[in-house]
């Protein structure tokens, strides 16, 4: 397995969890946008969570992605983001330049989806949702998808 993280604090408790527990994880220290030292379609599997929301530049980091992953892997993720009701967006919209700042960078409006697909993965499964709290924080996409 290998996990990626840009932020050392954060990788150091991965690593403190990871020795404390029966699976053995090589950890990068870097941006999801760099390139990985990893062989195309060397990848089963990209478990993305909650991430995707705070990653300066999606496409790019979802562009990495793609050529790692097996040509029958899966990117299975769960994230929030933009809500499809407008109401709620307008909030979304209104609040993300300041969530950015106190959310350590933190979009609350973006299109999960749109990303995804836009990086050439098909969407297999997705299904959507709020989750309890404020709905311009909690409107959620989870599903896979794989290399298209």
Avoid at 17 to 38: C, I, N, T, Y
């Amino acid at each position: 397995m290998v996990g990626v993280e840009p932020s050392l604090a954060l990788l150091e408790m991965a690593r403190r969890r990871d020795a404390a527990g029966h699976s053995k994880v090589d950890f990068l220290l870097q941006s999801a946008e760099e390139p990985r030292p990893l062989p195309d379609q060397s990848i089963d599997t990209i478990v993305m969570t909650w991430t995707l929301c705070s990653i300066p530049n999606a496409p790019k980091a979802l562009a990495q992605m793609k050529p790692v992953l097996k040509p029958d892997g899966r990117l299975l993720f769960i994230e929030h983001g933009r809500a499809p009701d407008p109401g709620i967006v307008a909030w979304q919209d209104r609040l993300t330049p300041v969530w950015k700042r106190i959310g350590g960078g933190c979009h609350l409006n973006r299109k999960i989806d749109d990303l995804i697909t836009a990086a050439g993965f098909e969407i297999g499964e997705l299904r959507t949702c709020y989750l309890p709290g404020p709905r311009p924080m909690t409107y959620t996409y989870q599903g896979f998808a794989q290399p298209g």
